[in-house]
């Protein structure tokens, strides 16, 4: 499976959970999923809190499943169009990253953009491609 994929299966993931769609109110759905080292696949989301609380970012809450080496895909879904968004991991979460050893992270940007953070080479880009298949449908789900 591609890093499209995962992203793909991260946003899907992201609003499966989706129970009462009038009464959840929030603006988008974050899921992450990670690649362990042994090729297993684990995955949690944002719950709908209304109270910030990083312990409960998406990717925060992979790490716990996810072992040494593994590589995490999170993905932003937008409650107004069903696309992905910006989601960047927070410093906090970056940092929860780099305590359980994962190697890499991938996060969408837009539907035409993801970023990459190595956290074995220190480094993090933007790249262009489009990464949005039309899958997710957030938008005619929650309506
Ligand atoms: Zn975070």
Redesign the pocket.
């Known amino acids: 499976m591609g890093f499209t994929n995962l992203l793909q299966l991260a946003g899907e993931f992201a609003i499966s959970d989706i129970n009462n769609k009038n009464e959840d109110i929030r603006h988008f759905f974050l899921g992450a999923v990670a690649l362990r080292a042994d090729g297993v696949i684990v995955k949690a989301r944002n719950g709908s809190s209304v109270l910030p609380c990083?312990h409960a970012?998406?990717?925060?809450r992979v790490c716990r499943k996810a072992g040494r080496n593994s590589i995490i895909f999170v993905a932003r879904i937008r409650r107004d169009n069903g696309e992905f968004g910006m989601a960047r991991?927070?410093?906090?979460?970056?940092n929860?990253m780099i305590r359980y050893g994962i190697k890499k992270c991938y996060y969408t940007v837009s539907s035409n953009e993801y970023g990459v953070i190595s956290f074995e080479n220190r480094n993090e880009c933007v790249r262009e491609k489009n990464i949005y298949k039309g899958k997710s449908n957030a938008n005619k789900e929650c309506k």
Not at 57 to 60: G, N, P, Q, R
Not at 89 to 94: F, G, I, T
């Open positions: 990083p970012h998406a990717e925060a991991p927070c410093k906090n979460c970056k929860k």
